[in-house]
């Protein structure tokens, strides 16, 4: 590693914080990073920060389970996902990084009548969007899965499935990552270890931007700060319809691979994917209670193990090797918060609650689109902030993966 990146491999040391930029964005997880590096590629705007109070992608990007798939319940959420499972799949191409996208096909269990209606439900939207899924039954899980569990002698018997073959994995750093390289090889400025304080607005514009390191101009303000959002967005004087929850996951011991495809029982509180690494990644429900915090529990593991043994008692020799905590921005419909606020410059990225690493392509590309032109693209329309005083709420709570 020879003089242009002294300290980091891929990344240039921070630089010194600049007085002014054209746009600066507020959290440097997957989705601040995304937009920053549409804005340098796609539009040529590169005179641009990315505030990161931690280390790089450090929030929940680092904590997610990693599941991408476009098997939602509206054709706004199905038309939208779908865009950034088609940008996913080439991703790895686009950033030259390896991000080693998966694609290993998505099971949504159903124990009941009331979760296959909604299968088949999702079922039929996802086919009249052209997303290719189908509500399968015990016999065809058998032959896609037949490490589950199919027997009627359990507590939840499995009915049937929402079957999406599309449905894949990634290395949630690798796509963090390769955002950033591609960002700061174009100009961007990254700036970790660089906590947000407090806005100033002046006539419905943030005029400035306090940091830990000093205080800045900006054109434009971009948040993209996850579990943090209602409290920066606080700082603009903006109160979000949102909550922030834990959401806790954790991983076992790696083996060779064992299990092909995605897992999910919204019924059982239980996901379960093989990384590419080998370790079973899995989760539960969201904590039962609204907290700033990361802290994981001993109930969540216990909780998640009762279920995950009976859907695949072949794992009751694994040992769990690690477990962690995020902190999701859950909205009242399940559905993000994107585009415009009540200040002229300053555009939002939030809600993103327990569903946002798969649309962190798309997020991004289309963030950029809307801060370069001022104009919000037709795809991110139904998630402004303003659908919830008029009634136009997205409701995708049917087709969320975890229990809350
Ligand atoms: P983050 O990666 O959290 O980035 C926001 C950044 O803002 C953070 O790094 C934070 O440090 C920074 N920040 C906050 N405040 C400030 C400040 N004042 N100044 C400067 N910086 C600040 N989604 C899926 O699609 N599939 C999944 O399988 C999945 N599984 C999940 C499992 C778990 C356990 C969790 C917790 C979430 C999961 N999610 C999943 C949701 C997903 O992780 C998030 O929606 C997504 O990562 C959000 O990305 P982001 O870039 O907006 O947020
Ligand atoms: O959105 O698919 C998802 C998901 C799975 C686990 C957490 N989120």
New binding site residues.
């Given amino acids: 590693l020879s003089g242009k990146y002294p300290s980091q491999r891929h990344f240039p040391v921070r630089p010194a914080l600049k007085s002014s930029y054209d746009v600066v964005i507020?959290?440097?997880?997957?989705?601040?990073l995304a937009a920053a590096y549409y804005l340098a590629k796609d539009w040529g705007i590169t005179n641009v920060a990315v505030?990161?109070?931690?280390y790089l992608?450090?929030?929940?990007?680092a904590?997610?389970?990693?599941?991408v798939r476009s098997n939602y319940l509206t054709p706004e959420g199905v038309r939208f996902y779908d865009e950034s499972r088609q940008l996913f799949s080439d991703l790895s191409h686009e950033l030259d990084y390896n991000i080693l996208y998966s694609e290993r096909g998505h099971l949504t269990l159903a124990h009941n009548d009331a979760a296959m209606r909604t299968s088949r439900w999702r079922a039929e939207v996802n086919k009249h969007m052209g997303v290719d899924s189908e509500l399968v039954y015990p016999d065809e899980i058998a032959k896609i899965c037949p490490q589950l569990n199919l027997s009627r002698d359990v507590h939840h018997p499995i009915e049937g499935a929402l079957y999406h073959p599309p449905g894949a994995i990634a290395r949630h750093d690798g796509v963090a990552w390769g955002y950033a390289k591609g960002a700061t090889e174009r100009g961007v400025e990254l700036h970790t270890h660089?906590?947000?304080t407090g806005l100033k607005v002046n006539n419905d514009e943030v005029t400035q931007v306090e940091t830990d390191r000093g205080t800045i101009k900006a054109g434009v303000v971009l948040q993209?700060?996850?579990?943090?959002s209602s409290e920066?967005a606080r700082m603009a004087g903006l109160k979000l319809p949102i909550k922030t929850i834990p959401?806790?996951?954790c991983v076992s011991e790696p083996v060779k691979p064992y299990l092909d495809s995605i897992v999910v029982s919204g019924s059982l509180h239980t996901y379960v994917s093989q990384s590419s690494r080998g370790e079973m990644v899995m989760?539960s429900a969201a904590d039962p209670y609204g907290l700033y915090s990361t802290r994981s529990t001993l109930e969540f593991k216990e909780d998640l193990m009762m279920n995950m043994l009976e859907l695949l008692p072949c794992l009751a020799s694994l040992r769990v090797l690690r477990q962690w905590?995020?902190m999701?921005d859950m909205t009242p419909d399940f559905s993000p918060v994107m585009g415009e606020t009540p200040l002229k410059n300053y555009y939002i990225?939030a809600g993103?609650?327990?569903?946002?690493?798969?649309?962190?392509p798309v997020s991004g590309k289309r963030m950029a689109e809307t801060i370069a032109t001022r104009q919000v693209p037709d795809l991110i329309k139904p998630f402004a902030l303003s659908r919830f005083e008029r009634f136009a709420q997205v409701g995708e709570r049917g087709a969320a993966s975890v229990g809350h």
């Avoid at 507020?26 to 601040?32: A, E, K």
């Avoid at 505030?51 to 931690?54: A, N």
């Avoid at 904590?63 to 599941?67: A, G, H, L, V, Y």
């Fill in positions: 507020i959290g440097g997880g997957g989705h601040g505030l990161e109070k931690g992608a450090g929030g929940n990007t904590r997610n389970t990693t599941i660089t906590e947000v993209a700060v996850a579990g943090m920066v959401l806790q996951a989760g905590a995020g999701a990225d993103w609650g327990t569903w946002g690493f798969k649309a962190t």
